[in-house]
C-alpha cells in the first residue's frame, strides 16, 4: 500500500463478544461491511478493539478477517502491533503482514517511561522489520506517556513515507502543528480523538481521522464538508457531534459508549466488554448518549447529500 491510500476515515473498530466471552466473528464481519456500507475509507483495529485485552491467536482471527474484508472493498487495513517489548512488537509485525495488514500501528510500552534513544529504537526496529507503513501512535491522551516532537521528526527523517504520525498528547492541536512545523510540513498526520478535535486537527492539515465505529457515518458527512468547504454542514453536525464524544473521557468510556451505540443502532447484539474496566455506562448517562444520538443523527440526516464527482 502507498501512502496516499491511507486518508481519509479510518474508524477503529469494536470487538463483539459471543456470551461465551470469545469474539464473535460473525457479528464483527457484519460491522465491517456496515461500516463500509457508510462510505469509510478503511479500517483500524486498535485501542478500542480491546486489542490489549485480546489473546495472540484472537488478535491473529480478527485481524485475518478484517484485513479480507478490507480488501474486498479495495480498502487499507490498518493493525496495531504494540507491545511492552521490542522483540514482541517486531514479532506483532510480521505477523500482522502476513494475514495482510496494509499498514501497522504502534503505541510505545505502556509500563516503561522509556528514554528518546529507547522509543526511536523501538519504533526503528518495527519499521526495519516490515515494508508497510507504520502509524507511529502517541496514545497518552488516555494511557502512557507523550512522545517526543524530536523522536517523531527523527524517525521520518530517516524512514520517510513509511512512517506517520497518530498523536493524541494534550493540547491536541498544538502538538500536531508542532510535529508539522518541525518536519517542514511533511508528516502525515492522523487525528486521533475519536473525532473530537477533528475541524481544529483538519485545519492544521492532517490527512485523515481514525474515530470510532459507532458514529462513523456522522465523520464521513464531517469529512467530506471539511474537504468541499461548506462550513454550514461542517458547523452542524460538529456541534452536537463534539458534545457526544465530549462524554467519551477516557478508553474504557469510549468502548462502553461506542458498543452502547452499536447495540442501538442494530450493529451489535450486546454490549460485552472485557474487563476489569474502569467505566460502565449508568442508566442516566444511556438516557443522555441516546439523545444526544438522536439529535446528531437527526442533524446529519436533514442535510443535503453531498454531490460525488
Partial sequence: MTQRELRGVFPVFQTPYR????????VLEAEFHWMFGHGIDGLVMGMVSEVLRLNPSE????????????HKFDAPCVISVGAESTYVAVENARRATDYGASALMAIPPLATATSDDET??????????????????DASGYVGQPLSIAVQVRLLDLFGDQVMFKPEAQPIGQRISELRDKSGG?????EGTGGLALVDSYRRGIVGTMPGADLCWAVVRLWQALQSGNEADVCAINGPFVTLISMQAELDAFIAIEKH????????PNTAVRGPVSYSIDPETALE????????????????VPRTA
Wanted: charged share 15%; net charge neutral; with cysteine.
Fill in 59 to 70: 488478535v491473529a482471527a480478527i485481524g485475518t478477517l478484517a484485513c479480507a474484508v478490507a
Fill in 186 to 190: 511533511r508528516a502525515k498526520i492522523f
Fill in 261 to 268: 451505540l452499536l447495540q442501538l443502532q442494530g450493529v451489535f
Fill in 120 to 137: 526511536f529504537g523501538y519504533y526503528s526496529a518495527i519499521l526495519r522489520a516490515v515494508d508497510v507503513p507504520l502509524v507511529v501512535q
Fill in 19 to 26: 456470551p461465551d466471552g470469545g469474539p464473535d466473528l460473525e
Fill in 289 to 304: 448518549v441516546n439523545a444526544l444520538f438522536n439529535h446528531l443523527r437527526d442533524t446529519v440526516q436533514s442535510l443535503r
